[in-house]
């Protein structure tokens, strides 16, 4: 596969980290990236952007949450029931 | 023999409650409260997310009995929970986002990469240069920012770590799909942490 820049790399970047490309693609892709410095950096940041939003955007339920979910949920079924159209 | 219900399979599970054991229903809520209430303050925010918790598990009670276990109850339910969190931000949002469109990365007419290697890697240091606080609600402007249907991949695929074929039953689209939004999205995602370091995508 010839002509490879950082753009058509970038384009199929998720396949190639997923596993998805041809052997010849996914070849092209590597010779490209072993002798070009920008995209190893880009492809450091692309695969560290989900951890980092994935960590900034942890939140955890509140304990009391939990109790008055329950307790909705009792009531509200209590007036709806299961919808019978499923049954 | 009665298997207690707290080491019951979620399929039992839900087949127990299709049938009015509300016990077992009960037993999925306390099961799944933490993963919905987690994936519904990403999908709107902190403050909509127990209303969308609530409505992901009263849909789910009231169509216990169309769960057929042709896919995962997980996945049943995930799908309940994004569309009870689009509901929500329909119901909510009164304007459009403003595009991430600009954050793509950019390059020169030969295709390559316009910014040096260090501004490119200037994501890695974010956790460094930003405080905690301000990351947390960076990073949430960032997701409300994204279209919706990159939203939606974004967030199941890199932030609650579903597999990409799991993402696709749940969205109801084919892998490939959910690869290209989940890209697009990540490198929309990439280039709003680099502006915020002050570096162009």
Redesign the interface.
């Given at each position: 596969m010839k002509d490879m820049?950082?753009?058509?790399g970038?384009e199929l970047?998720?396949?190639y980290l997923?596993g998805?490309l041809a052997p010849d693609v996914r070849a092209a892709i590597e010779e490209h990236v072993n002798g070009c410095?920008?995209?190893?950096?880009?492809i450091?940041?692309?695969r560290?952007?989900?951890r980092?939003?994935?960590e900034?955007?942890?939140?955890?339920?509140p304990a009391d949450?939990?109790a008055s979910?329950?307790d909705?949920?009792r009531t509200?079924?209590r007036a709806?029931g299961?919808?019978k159209e499923?049954? | 023999m009665i298997v207690p219900a707290a080491e019951s399979s979620d399929e039992t599970l839900a087949a127990r409650a299709?049938g009015?054991d509300?016990r077992a229903f009960?037993t999925l809520?306390?099961r799944y409260?933490?993963r919905v209430?987690?994936l519904a303050?990403?999908l709107t925010s902190?403050t909509d997310?127990?209303d969308v918790?609530?409505e992901t598990?009263?849909q789910a009670?009231?169509?216990?009995?169309?769960f057929r276990g042709d896919s995962r109850f997980s996945t049943w339910l995930y799908r309940i929970a994004v569309n009870a969190g689009l509901m929500h931000r329909r119901a909510r949002t009164r304007r459009p986002a403003e595009s991430l469109d600009a954050f793509l990365?950019q390059?020169d007419a030969?295709?390559?990469?316009v910014?040096?290697?260090?501004a490119?890697?200037?994501?890695?240091q974010?956790?460094e240069l930003l405080d905690?606080q301000v990351?947390?609600e960076?990073?949430?402007a960032?997701?409300e920012r994204l279209p919706d249907l990159y939203r939606e991949a974004f967030v199941l695929r890199?932030?609650e770590?579903l597999p990409?074929t799991e993402v696709a039953q749940v969205l109801g689209v084919e892998p490939?799909t959910v690869?290209?939004r989940?890209?697009r999205a990540?490198?929309m995602?990439?280039g709003y942490?680099?502006g915020i370091a002050g570096v162009a995508p």
């Amino acid at each position: 596969m010839k002509d490879m820049v950082c753009r058509s790399g970038v384009e199929l970047l998720m396949e190639y980290l997923e596993g998805e490309l041809a052997p010849d693609v996914r070849a092209a892709i590597e010779e490209h990236v072993n002798g070009c410095p920008r995209c190893v950096a880009f492809i450091e940041s692309y695969r560290e952007t989900p951890r980092i939003l994935r960590e900034a955007t942890a939140a955890e339920m509140p304990a009391d949450l939990e109790a008055s979910l329950l307790d909705a949920l009792r009531t509200q079924r209590r007036a709806a029931g299961p919808d019978k159209e499923d049954r | 023999m009665i298997v207690p219900a707290a080491e019951s399979s979620d399929e039992t599970l839900a087949a127990r409650a299709a049938g009015g054991d509300d016990r077992a229903f009960e037993t999925l809520v306390t099961r799944y409260q933490q993963r919905v209430f987690r994936l519904a303050c990403r999908l709107t925010s902190e403050t909509d997310a127990p209303d969308v918790l609530q409505e992901t598990f009263l849909q789910a009670y009231r169509h216990m009995t169309g769960f057929r276990g042709d896919s995962r109850f997980s996945t049943w339910l995930y799908r309940i929970a994004v569309n009870a969190g689009l509901m929500h931000r329909r119901a909510r949002t009164r304007r459009p986002a403003e595009s991430l469109d600009a954050f793509l990365p950019q390059f020169d007419a030969d295709g390559r990469h316009v910014p040096t290697p260090e501004a490119l890697r200037i994501v890695s240091q974010v956790e460094e240069l930003l405080d905690r606080q301000v990351l947390a609600e960076k990073a949430r402007a960032a997701i409300e920012r994204l279209p919706d249907l990159y939203r939606e991949a974004f967030v199941l695929r890199d932030l609650e770590e579903l597999p990409t074929t799991e993402v696709a039953q749940v969205l109801g689209v084919e892998p490939a799909t959910v690869r290209q939004r989940v890209h697009r999205a990540r490198m929309m995602v990439r280039g709003y942490l680099s502006g915020i370091a002050g570096v162009a995508p």
